[in-house]
């Protein structure tokens, strides 16, 4: 590990210097950590800032106190015994980078006005240059106070070789704290051609300075060497040193990777603290706020969540999807509920809903919670879509949906089942409802297209799943193949190895890039499921009294829109393969066609799968909810809503100095305690422990940042573990 210590006066530029190498070597592969420290609150006071560069993440978030290179930006700090500037520094082999000073320390100093001059560098190696000179050259500064920090990086990179000139020119045009980026960059390249190593003779032992062997106390020889000092009657806070700064730290909850990647767009690390903190009934309300169905989705989502996970990089990611079906079942067993809005207190519009699947059944909850009066319209003698008909009760019990309606229900949602939605009665509707929600979903299951489909014993997966949960017989033969690789195909492979079949999945992509559950594949293999990969149907015949199947071999290209790797066939690999029913699974499709162009009506909102055929339960809620607000803002005369650039909290941004390995949990409170939560602060109080200026406080469970005394250093942004401190700079 490589470590460097600037040694500066407050308004050099240290800490910025600092910064910008440390992002010089992360150019270059390496991992760099900045940690300042200020010696007093005020300009010109001496400051230190510590920098490790290894080829691995640092952990240690300490003082260095053997360093191995030193950067001093003013040299007098070397005659100020308070400073302590070389202890510690190995004389023998480290380097020191010294920005001389042509009025007392010249640039062409010579050996023996070194022990005059600098007796305590005896024995050391130095690089120097004049950069004072450079900076006012440049204008960088005041006179009396050069701003050195950037140049003496040229001074740095030529003498010590460690990192290039290029890298460090980049970082200090991409910094955001640099003020003057061409004019730095100028003194920059100056100073690294004067730049120029010299060595310091030793000194013997009984020449030493009086000051070099004085126990106690300094040893003054003139009043110039007085350190520079001030002596002020007031307290602290009379000194507001927050005019310093120049960039200001704020705290913003930003968004993280698992609420980024679920589009349901779940609040999941607040659900997820309160679960921790043993608040079990204020997470599930916290969490029906935007889903009403946990029970459902804890059940059947494909936990996009846990996949973008940042904790998966630390060890495993959290089980979001069970602690979501623990909530939900809790609730319904304790039976806890939303409380419904008072009739007299609804609005007075009239929002009509077609579909009760997940997207409808989402956007009537949000619109009832609104106070709106919402009526749902379903074709189907019950509620539900395909959350009732197109997933097996092993997955999803049909009890748990029924009481979870029945909770999105009792907001005062009016319900009016059988009725068919065509052209006409939609006009109807239409004069009727101030707003109208369409979320038919895709019904009808999309056909492959080839020769031989219309064979009587091929079946199509939504019809074949919707006849088993109606409890209608169907006779399978012994051996049944089914064509795809979604939650559908899974579902319809499970149900009819159920009813006894021997069954086959034949995917034309591998196993890999199957859309459906990771899971529920796993299951299916386990119950006896045969996966055969790299195979696509293209044509199906009867000979003999036997059904075949053709199929071609494919191998993997480039990726397709869908980020899946592209099936391209192979000339000459036809195959046939024998089955006794043969069910297709390869997509859906809206069977009311009519509902397409509606949109363009202003008081006409899509949803669901019929506009994003997205697939997923999840995606489906979201979609509803979505649209609520929307139709909200268009009956209170608002504009739709924006789209926003929100920050997602990646792993890298994180401190991982604060968190301890720890594997999944059974307990939902143990492995809520896992949640990094990414983004959201969580009152750890690394801000204010760490804040070497007492400028940060607490108070009823807010952190605030005192701007009259917060000089910008940036600490609390380091040690935040969570990313949730931001920066910007001082207009």
Request: glycine share 8%; with cysteine.
């Amino acid at each position: 590990m490589l470590k460097i210590i600037f040694h500066g006066r407050g308004g050099q530029g240290a800490l910025t210097a600092a910064r910008i190498l440390a992002a010089a070597f992360l150019k270059e592969g390496k991992y760099a950590l900045v940690l300042p420290e200020f010696k007093s609150e005020r300009r010109s006071a001496p400051i230190a800032v510590f920098i490790r560069v290894d080829e691995k993440p640092i952990i240690l978030r300490s003082k260095i106190y053997n360093p191995d290179y030193l950067v001093i930006l003013d040299p007098s700090l070397l005659e100020m015994k308070q400073t302590r500037v070389l202890e510690g520094f190995k004389k023998e082999s480290g380097i020191i980078i010294l920005a001389v000073q042509d009025s007392k320390y010249p640039a062409g100093l010579r050996d023996s006005e070194a022990k005059t001059l600098l007796p305590s560098l005896a024995g050391c190696k130095a690089g120097i240059a004049d950069v004072d000179s450079i900076a006012n050259k440049y204008g960088l500064g005041q006179k009396a106070l050069p701003v050195t920090g950037a140049a003496i990086l040229g001074v740095f990179s030529k003498i010590t070789n460690l990192i290039s000139l290029q890298s460090i020119i980049e970082a200090a045009r991409e910094s955001d704290e640099l003020p003057k980026k061409e004019e730095n960059i100028k003194a920059v390249k100056e100073a690294f051609e004067q730049a120029k190593m010299i060595e310091f003779p030793a000194l013997a032992s009984d020449k030493l300075p009086e000051t070099e062997i004085s126990p106690v106390g300094f040893n003054f020889q003139s009043f110039k060497n007085l350190p520079e000092s001030v002596i002020s009657l007031k307290d602290t806070k009379s000194n507001l040193t927050g005019s310093w700064r120049r960039i200001r730290f704020y705290y913003q909850n930003k968004t993280s990777s698992c609420q980024d990647a679920c589009p349901l767009g779940n609040d999941i690390p607040y659900w997820l603290e309160l679960l921790e903190q043993g608040k079990i009934q204020q997470a599930w309300e916290k969490l029906t706020e935007k889903n009403p169905l946990p029970a459902v989705t804890g059940r059947v989502c494909p936990a996009f969540c846990e996949q973008s996970c940042n904790r998966k990089e630390f060890d495993e990611p959290v089980s979001i999807r069970s602690l979501e079906k623990f909530l939900g079942d809790t609730a319904l067993a304790r039976g806890w509920h939303q409380h419904p809005v008072l009739k007299e207190k609804l609005k007075p519009f009239h929002v009509a809903v077609i579909g009760s699947g997940p997207a409808g059944l989402s956007c009537a909850y949000q619109l009832a919670r609104r106070k709106f009066r919402v009526t749902v319209f379903e074709k189907l003698p019950v509620l539900g879509g395909q959350l009732r008909f197109g997933i097996p009760e092993s997955r999803l019990p049909k009890d748990v949906l029924e009481r979870e309606i029945a909770n999105i229900i009792r907001f005062g949602i009016k319900v009016n089942k059988g009725i068919a939605i065509d052209s006409k009665l939609f006009e109807i509707i239409k004069d009727c409802y101030d707003a109208i929600f369409i979320a038919s979903g895709l019904q009808k299951s999309r056909k492959l297209g080839i020769e031989g489909e219309k064979n009587s014993n091929v079946f199509y997966g939504l019809d074949f799943l919707k006849d088993v949960n109606l409890g209608q017989k169907i006779n399978l033969g012994k051996k049944v193949i089914v064509i795809g690789g979604g939650n559908v195909a899974i579902d319809a492979a499970r149900t009819a190895k159920s009813l006894g079949s021997e069954v086959a999945i034949f995917y034309r992509r591998t196993r890999i890039e199957m859309p459906a559950i990771k899971e529920d594949v796993i299951s299916a293999e386990k119950e006896g499921i045969e996966i055969k990969e790299l195979l696509s149907p293209i044509g199906i015949s009867r000979k003999f009294g036997r059904n075949f199947l053709k199929c071609q071999k494919n191998q993997l290209g480039e990726c397709d829109e869908s980020g899946r790797k592209k099936p391209l066939p192979i000339n000459g690999s036809d195959l046939l393969e024998q089955f006794d029913d043969l069910i297709i699974a390869v997509g859906e499709e809206a069977e009311d066609q009519f509902f397409y162009g509606l949109e363009n009506d202003k008081n006409i909102f899509l949803g669901g799968d019929i506009k994003t055929e997205a697939g997923t339960v999840a995606a489906a809620i979201g979609s509803g909810r979505e649209a609520a607000e929307n139709i909200e803002r268009f009956l209170l005369g608002k504009p739709p809503l924006e789209t926003k650039n929100r920050q997602i909290v990646k792993f890298s941004d994180l401190n991982l100095a604060y968190f301890q390995h720890k594997e999944r949990k059974i307990a939902p409170l143990e492995e809520a305690e896992r949640c990094f939560s990414c983004g959201v602060c969580d009152l750890c109080g690394n801000c204010w422990k760490f804040c070497p200026h007492l400028a940060v406080s607490e108070k009823n469970g807010e952190l605030k940042i005192n701007y009259d005394y917060c000089k910008g250093c940036g600490v609390c942004a380091q040690e935040c573990p969570r990313s949730v401190i931001s920066q910007k700079m001082e207009e």
